[in-house]
């Protein structure tokens, strides 16, 4: 079947260290892939996302790479803000029309300055 | 623009008593999800419509629960009868089109508790 597993969290970090948030990703047929983040009280927003092997997404500062050959989409950002406290979620939908998005289970990512 | 909207943001019933959670999708999207997350499961994929049709309902828990889209503009989740362990925030969201790489539009949430 189709799966998301990310890194258990929380993840605590200071202001300006660099952050990475591992995703692996299972799927039947050719899958696209989603970064999703949400704020304390909010709905999820799209962070970036990449629908096809090698593709890299980005987004205010944020970057993941399609890593076929590993199963991976793996979160990174190389200087961390204390705004950017949230939880993350790595998603996938499979290359078949009308399909719904399948989520990992979030990783919390807290930011003291 | 209006973004997707839901309703009521929270609901405190108790155990037995009938819910229905309420959704308008952003004007002109075709697609509506409805998800529920608690700290235990994440995030799972109730069910979902293209064009106001139910396309997979799979993940909807048991017969309590029913979700209906009578037009593209509204739907519904409805819980009867409610069980403590239906606690949890419930989100609609929609997406232009049915395309698998498209966004999806979250709502702000309905936070359910059941005495």
């Known amino acids: 079947g189709n799966s998301v597993t990310q890194m258990e969290g929380p993840v605590t970090l200071s202001e300006e260290a660099f952050l990475t948030i591992n995703c692996t990703y299972t799927?039947?047929?050719?899958?696209?892939l989603f970064w999703y983040v949400q704020y304390p009280g909010e709905g999820l927003q799209l962070l970036l996302k990449?629908?096809?092997?090698?593709d890299k997404g980005s987004n205010k500062g944020f970057e993941a790479t399609y890593r076929k050959e590993t199963t991976s989409f793996h979160l990174e950002k190389g200087s961390v803000q204390v705004s950017d406290s949230a939880v993350y979620f790595c998603?996938?939908?499979?290359?078949?029309?009308?399909?719904?998005?399948?989520f990992g289970k979030g990783t919390t990512l807290s930011v003291s300055s | 623009d209006a973004g997707v909207i839901q309703s009521p943001r929270h609901e405190v019933t108790e155990m037995g008593q009938e819910v229905t959670l309420r959704c308008k999708p952003i004007?002109?999207?075709?697609?509506l999800f409805w998800y529920r997350q608690t700290m235990m499961r994440g995030l799972e994929l109730l069910i979902y419509?293209?064009?106001?049709?139910?396309?997979?309902d799979s993940g909807m828990p048991e017969d309590r629960f029913s979700a209906k889209m009578p037009n593209a503009s509204f739907s519904t989740l409805k819980i009867q009868p409610s069980e403590p362990r239906d606690s949890a925030v419930y989100f609609c969201?929609?997406?232009?089109?049915?395309?698998?790489?498209?966004?999806?539009?979250f709502g702000e949430g309905s936070r359910l508790t059941v005495l």
């Open positions: 004007s002109g999207h075709n697609s």
């Open positions: 998603a996938l939908t499979v290359n078949q029309a009308g399909t719904a998005l399948i």
């Open positions: 969201a929609s997406r232009l089109g049915t395309t698998f790489t498209g966004e999806l539009f």
């Open positions: 990449a629908t096809k092997a090698d």
């Open positions: 799927a039947t047929g050719y899958p696209s």
């Open positions: 419509f293209n064009n106001n049709v139910p396309i997979d």
